[in-house]
């Protein structure tokens, strides 16, 4: 099973970057998608970004488009999410996940993923 570590959350105050990565431990990763979701206290985990192995396919949450960027490196077996103009209701714990590899469905469902990381605090404060 694919471990996954996610790093850069913190505390940022409202309309400032952070930039989430996380990093895979195998091989596979480069013929696997990737995906960020997020969890804020009493909610529902939600779909944030997405990534396909070869970064020709990406797909964001309306929530988020046009402030966050998902983009991958697969020599460096990583993959980020560039989060810019943030806002109070980004905060959450963000989650990292891969798919198996070269699976072809839902980008967008969390039951389409095979493995998770620890997950990673983003606080934005006003």
């Known amino acids: 099973q694919v471990q996954l570590v996610e790093s850069g959350g913190g505390l940022v105050q409202a309309g400032g970057s952070l930039r989430l990565s996380c990093a895979a431990s195998?091989?596979?990763?480069?013929?696997?998608?990737m995906g960020w979701f997020r969890q804020a206290p009493g909610k529902e985990r939600e779909f944030v970004a997405a990534?396909?192995?070869?970064?020709?396919?990406?797909y964001y949450a309306d929530s988020v488009k046009g402030r966050f960027t998902i983009s991958r490196d697969n020599a460096k077996r990583t993959v980020y999410l560039q989060m810019n103009s943030l806002k109070p209701e980004d905060t959450a714990v963000y989650y990292c996940?891969?798919?198996?590899?070269?699976?072809?469905?839902?980008?967008?469902?969390?039951?389409?993923?095979?493995?998770w990381g620890q997950g990673t605090q983003v606080t934005v404060s006003l």
């Open positions: 990534i396909n192995w070869s970064g020709g396919s990406i």
């Open positions: 195998e091989r596979t990763f480069s013929r696997s998608g």
């Open positions: 996940a891969v798919r198996a590899p070269y699976y072809g469905g839902s980008y967008y469902r969390s039951s389409d993923y095979d493995s």
